[in-house]
């Protein structure tokens, strides 16, 4: 059950969160997502300047269970990534919504509006399994 889910920031169905702050937009994993990866062992996420479509894979986290894509919220250019997680990739287990991945510049702001709330997510996380 899903129980660490921050009111202030939007989600995606493939557990990516997302913290609007005028056009630019922070991604990161969700704890629930990190809960079900297990221990993170590895983390690639694109370099500044990479142009993202939202819903398309932007890099990949590794846990000693699997290896999992990660997905854009949304359409923009990447900003700023998080290098300290790159060295680093175990933050994201204790720290889920301080641990950030990438920061991106949105092309259309309104795309944010697709993305979950708290409450929706919460209840696809509650009847997905």
Excluded: R
Excluded at 55 to 65: A, D, H, L, R
Excluded at 72 to 82: A, D, L, R, Y
Excluded at 98 to 117: F, P
């Amino acid at each position: 059950m899903a129980t660490n889910i921050p009111m202030n920031l939007k989600y995606t169905k493939d557990h990516e969160w997302a913290l609007v702050e005028g056009d630019i937009v922070t991604v990161g994993i969700t704890d629930f997502a990190q809960s079900a990866l297990g221990d993170i062992v590895f983390l690639e996420v694109p370099e500044k300047g990479t142009h993202l479509n939202a819903g398309s894979t932007f890099g990949v986290v590794e846990s000693i269970k699997s290896v999992s894509d990660l997905y854009s919220p949304v359409t923009g250019e990447v900003v700023e990534k998080n290098s300290q997680l790159e060295a680093s990739p175990e933050k994201i287990n204790s720290e889920a919504y301080e641990a950030w991945l990438i920061k991106v510049k949105v092309k259309d702001a309104s795309e944010t509006n697709n993305l979950l709330t708290a409450e929706q997510y919460t209840e696809f996380c509650n009847t997905s399994h």
